[in-house]
């Protein structure tokens, strides 16, 4: 990454998702005071970096928060608000690098989630009654998708 400003829009992402990481495994939930700042930091060094590259870039976060809206709409259970906002965040991060890096970054979150899932009821940790945070395993999943695609 050649851009100080793109750079410094991620590693915002990356220190908030940690926090979020940790109270997502805590408490199952993703704090509106964590996750609308992270979008809000991301997007002011993104605009900064290019006006024009970050108009792109949150049509990816528009497109991913609203693929987690529909779900979480579908399905309030198995998907909440929290999440649709932490998607905001990611998929600015994610639409910086394009299309395919937002498609990788979801698929990623939702195939993390599933092993992880698959193991524990393997394992027998948790039954299929249990619930899972899904926010750390979109968290890893934009990670591996940047660093894969960059």
């Known amino acids: 990454m050649n851009d100080p400003l793109a750079l410094a829009a991620l590693v915002w ?8 990481a940790f109270v997502d495994f805590s408490v199952h939930r993703l704090p509106d005071r964590l996750t609308l ?18 108009a792109w870039a949150l049509l990816g976060s528009l497109a991913l928060s609203g693929l987690y809206l529909v779900l979480a709409l579908a399905n309030p ?3 909440g608000l929290g999440d649709v ?4 965040s990611l998929g600015l991060a994610l639409g910086w690098f394009g299309w395919l890096a ?7 979150g939702f195939l993390l989630s599933g ?3 698959a193991a524990m009821l393997l394992s027998g940790k948790l039954t299929r009654k249990d619930s899972i945070p899904h926010g750390p ?14």
């Open 77 to 79: 259970a198995g998907m």
């Open 37 to 54: 700042p992270a979008f809000a930091g991301a997007a002011v060094f993104f605009a900064a970096a290019n006006l024009a590259h970050f």
């Open 137 to 150: 395993f979109m968290l890893l999943g934009t990670l591996a998708a940047i660093t894969w695609l960059t």
């Open 115 to 117: 092993i992880f899932a």
């Open 13 to 20: 992402i990356a220190l908030v998702g940690v926090v979020l």
């Open 102 to 108: 937002v498609v990788y970054g979801a698929a990623s």
């Open 85 to 88: 906002k932490l998607a905001l």
